[in-house]
């Protein structure tokens, strides 16, 4: 089995900046592509960011120039740094992880989800 654990959602003002982390741990042989998603009340899980493991990267058009993704792979972990939040970024934030538990089998992962706020 693999945990995914998420950290770092929270209020914020607009125009501030959160990081969020998402750790990887568990029966894991290697990892894909990291990324995260974001579900907005009343609407559908959307891809904001991800990476794959030689670090090429793809944004959402609505977080290009705001966000920025990266992953530590010796620690199996992502990040979300999001600058310049605006109140329609406010959403439950997922991690999503492509893992490989063996040679021969690999699964999607996901972390229970951290909700960021954008709110003055």
């Known amino acids: 089995q693999v945990q995914l654990v998420e950290s770092g959602g929270g209020l914020v003002q607009p125009g501030g900046s959160l990081r969020l982390s998402c750790a990887a741990s568990?029966?894991?042989?290697?990892?894909?592509?990291m990324g995260w998603y974001r579900q907005a009340p009343g609407k559908e899980r959307e891809l904001v960011a991800a990476?794959?493991?030689?670090?090429?990267?793809t944004y959402a058009n609505s977080v290009k120039d705001r966000f920025i993704i990266s992953r530590d792979n010796a620690k199996n972990t992502v990040y979300l740094q999001m600058n310049s939040l605006k109140p329609e970024d406010t959403a439950v934030y997922y991690c999503?992880?492509?893992?490989?538990?063996?040679?021969?089998?690999?699964?999607?992962?996901w972390g229970q989800g951290t909700q960021v706020t954008v709110s003055s």
């Open positions: 990476i794959t493991s030689g670090g090429s990267t």
């Open positions: 999503n992880a492509e893992t490989r538990t063996s040679v021969w089998t690999q699964n999607n992962y």
């Open positions: 568990g029966s894991i042989f290697s990892i894909n592509a």
